[in-house]
């Protein structure tokens, strides 16, 4: 094939229609113009012929295309020209070597021009319109990843012209890194020859905020497969990804929001929930009365709004702090949307809020300081009822304003936060009240006694459980002895409340009657079975099976023995003076309610000034720790007990609790004391009325000793009536003991098992006053049975001058 004569037309041109040809010679000077290429370009065959051909191009040649024409090999793809006038055009150009004498003799240059396909082909200007007009963002890269063409919707969103951005990467044009995904992803589509798409969340030049974006880059090819360039599509779903992530965002409120039965903890949740998602700011604020778990009052009319602030986030200066009050006039939008029961949103520049702040400068000059531009109110409200509102704030440098669609998604949060805040305001309700039918079964305060020094504690679960059954109880006996006692109802709420005060009361009235531990137990048993069926009521049997442990011991000062058992409770510590720390090994009978199985007894003598520690397992099990631990962590503890028992109770339960226990815990620690000889006079009295005298005599003495002379004629009386008796209807060996206690204590002991009855002797009866004249002598007396008999006993009250030494 000959090169064409210089400034002459290629012999074919004439009759190609659409295409524009060229020559050009080895050096890559153009040696032949056809009028195709003139029309093309604007440049005539007389100003062409002669020019490099290199200077009609807007923008290099393509790395692969220089290797392949550097190699003698031919190349097509698309190319953007410049026109004469110096408009760009883009073109498919294809480049054949041209061969003469065996060797290369120039190239033949062809192009298709989007002009000449108009005229030419039907489709062309349909093709052109599409990618200009189309409504979509569309670019067209070269197989470098440098820009050609860009439609107008992506001008816009560059924010350039496509002169501008022509021959550019994207990130030379937008330096954001967040750009950097949709370069490298033009750069692996026209590496692969894959499509691929990808979500990004960025900020165009082209817009003032940033949009999510919906981006598919496609590989341009030729027949044969080749690359020569790559389209890259946006979609703007910025729409769709809001609604999808407030979808997920109230999918994701039903996991955060709620997770507890605590107001404040609640509204915390929400707080931390719509911040940063919905706003830059907010803050909950709750009627007194949600918080006390009430039923809040109607709104006030004619007056503000009192508010207590419970959450806030971000915790910023100048804010009104969690636990204060927060007031609002009564046309502020927060008492508007109570009122109304729906939510609103405002710019700062709305006239109801301008009036709003002119009547607050400390809100107004916050709202400066932070440069507030608009704001949502939201109430709280759950069945009917008002609980409190959300106030959400926008401020710069966002620039986003509230629109409808938050409105909802806000609306939509504070509705499930409103229905979890009232679960737990009646949670707190119906604890509120389990926890002061709890504690007024509990001992109101324990009396002075002479056998121990005792002190009491008992915490509630912290928990969603609510409170338990757990209680101790401190019953003075007769005889300066004291009954120790600790149990656990199972179950917690107010049945277990309820349950728990009917035990002790019948563990008191048991206990009244001077019961040994074992049998005490067994009639306990007895009436929790009774319970758990309804017998003792006569109605239904419980929904949910009565069941409990108790511990109770009966400590004698004068002994100085202990008699302890146990139904189903753990062990008892014992802390002796001089340190040592170990458990009592009762004999664990089982459970209250089981029936059928004896208790048994233990008893140990405990030396003057030994600790006595009962506690329900909610102060040794945890979740973290198994009961062997938290019986080694209980020993630790009480291996630093000081002499002050209130200081002893705060070192055991801050070394076994952190915070608020998971279950309730009773803990009762008591430290013995000893009535020593000084304090307890006793004789042996020989079954012979005659030695009645002498008793007396023997009373009357020892009480001029104690200083207690005015005491002296009653008890004369009752000592005479008491041996009188013992001598007369029971049986050897009798014996007497006197006490001075914080009461004298008279005691006759005998080896009968009949007990003596009370009756009201008539006019003509020679006998049967004694123990009327006993009774109405003395403040208490009565009857309790030992292992060897009986022992009446009565006290009487000393003056208080008259208290006993120690």
């Not at 002790?504 to 206990?511: G, S, Y």
């Not at 001077?514 to 049998?519: F, H, M, N, S, V």
């Not at 001075?740 to 080896?751: G, P």
């Not at 007990?755 to 009327?772: F, N, Q, V, Y």
């Amino acid at each position: 094939m000959d090169t064409p004569a210089t400034g002459g037309a290629h012999p074919d041109a004439a009759f190609v229609t659409g295409v524009a040809v060229a020559v050009a010679a080895t050096d890559g000077v153009l040696t032949g113009w056809s009028p195709g290429a003139q029309r093309l370009l604007g440049y005539s065959a007389a100003a062409a012929v002669g020019r490099p051909a290199a200077d009609l191009l807007a923008s290099p040649l393509p790395e692969a295309a220089r290797e392949q024409l550097a190699g003698q090999e031919g190349w097509a793809g698309t190319v953007v020209l410049r026109r004469r006038d110096g408009r760009p055009v883009e073109c498919r150009l294809q480049v054949l070597p041209v061969v003469a004498g065996g060797r290369g003799a120039g190239w033949l240059l062809e192009a298709v021009s989007p002009q000449d396909e108009e005229e030419g082909c039907e489709p062309g200007p349909l093709l052109r319109w599409s990618f200009d007009q189309s409504p979509f963002p569309l670019a067209i890269y070269d197989a470098e990843g440098r820009f050609l063409r860009v439609n107008a919707r992506m001008t816009q969103q560059l924010g350039a012209s496509e002169r501008e951005v022509r021959g550019l990467r994207t990130t030379e044009h937008m330096p954001d890194p967040g750009f950097g995904a949709s370069e490298r992803a033009v750069d692996r589509v026209a590496a692969t020859g894959e499509p691929e798409s990808f979500e990004n969340y960025v900020r165009v030049p082209g817009e003032p905020f940033a949009h999510a974006w919906m981006v598919h880059v496609v590989p341009l090819k030729d027949s044969a497969g080749l690359v020569h360039g790559v389209q890259l599509a946006a979609l703007d779903f910025s729409e769709q990804s809001a609604a999808r992530e407030r979808l997920a965002l109230l999918n994701e409120a039903g996991s955060r929001i709620g997770g507890s039965l605590d107001v404040a903890r609640t509204a915390q949740e929400l707080a931390d929930m719509v911040v940063p998602a919905c706003g830059d700011l907010v803050s909950v604020d709750l009627f007194d009365a949600v918080l006390r778990g009430e039923e809040p009052a109607p709104l006030p009319v004619g007056g503000p709004l009192v508010l207590r602030r419970v959450a806030v986030r971000p915790d910023m200066p100048g804010l009104v702090p969690i636990g204060d009050v927060a007031r609002y006039p009564e046309f502020s939008p927060l008492e508007r949307c109570l009122v109304t029961g729906r939510g609103s949103l405002h710019r700062i520049t709305d006239p109801e809020i301008a009036r709003w702040l002119a009547q607050d400068p400390d809100r107004a000059a916050l709202a400066s300081r932070y440069r507030t531009h608009s704001l949502l109110a939201v109430p709280l409200r759950a069945r009917c009822t008002n609980l409190g509102v959300v106030l959400l704030a926008r401020m710069e440098p966002s620039v986003l304003q509230y629109t409808e669609d938050d409105l909802r998604i806000v609306e939509e949060l504070a509705a499930h936060a409103a229905v979890c805040i009232d679960n737990a305001r009646r949670y707190t309700r119906e604890r509120t009240a389990a926890l002061a039918l709890q504690r007024s079964l509990l001992p109101q305060g324990i009396p002075e006694q002479a056998a121990v020094e005792v002190v009491g504690r008992y915490l509630p679960a912290g928990s969603q459980a609510g409170v338990g059954g757990d209680w101790f109880d401190v019953i003075p006996l007769s005889g300066a002895r004291v009954a120790l006692v600790v149990g656990d109802v199972v179950g917690h709420g107010l049945h277990a409340s309820a349950a728990m005060g009917r035990l002790r009361t019948a563990v008191r009235t048991l206990a009244d009657v001077d019961l040994p531990p074992e049998e005490l137990l067994a009639h306990l048993d007895d009436l929790v079975i009774r319970l758990s069926v309804g017998l003792e009521t006569a109605a239904e049997a419980p929904t949910t099976d009565l069941g409990a442990t108790c511990l109770y011991a009966v400590y004698d000062p004068v002994s100085r023995r202990c008699s302890l058992a146990s139904a189903g409770h753990p062990w008892p510590a014992r802390v002796t003076p001089d340190g040592a720390v170990d458990y009592l090994e009762l004999p664990t009978g089982p459970p209250l309610g089981l029936g059928g199985l004896p208790f048994e007894p233990v008893d140990v003598e405990l030396p003057e000034g030994s600790l006595l520690v009962l506690y329900t397992d909610g102060l040794i099990e945890a979740s973290d720790r198994d009961v062997d631990t938290g019986l080694r962590a209980l020993g630790a503890a009480l291996a630093n007990a000081v002499p002050s028992l209130e200081t002893t109770c705060d070192i055991v339960l801050k070394a076994l609790l952190d915070g608020r226990p998971a279950d309730d815990v009773a803990l009762l620690i008591a430290r013995t004391r000893v009535l020593n000889s000084q304090h307890v006079a006793e004789w042996e009295v020989l079954p012979d009325p005659a030695v009645v005298a002498e008793v007396r005599s023997r009373t009357a003495a020892q009480l001029h000793a104690w200083q207690l002379d005015e005491l002296a004629f009653v008890t004369e009386l009752v000592v005479s009536e008491l041996v009188t008796n013992a001598i007369r209807y029971a049986t050897s060996p009798i014996q007497l003991r006197l006490i001075k206690d914080r009461a004298l204590i008279c005691e006759v002991s005998d080896a009968s098992s009949t007990a003596p009855h009370l009756r009201r002797a008539r006019i003509l009866d020679e006998g049967g006053r004694g123990l009327m004249l006993v009774a109405q002598l003395t403040e208490r007396w009565g009857t309790r049975y030992t292992g060897t008999g009986k022992t009446i006993w009565a006290e009487q009250p000393i003056p208080s001058r008259g208290g006993p030494a120690r």
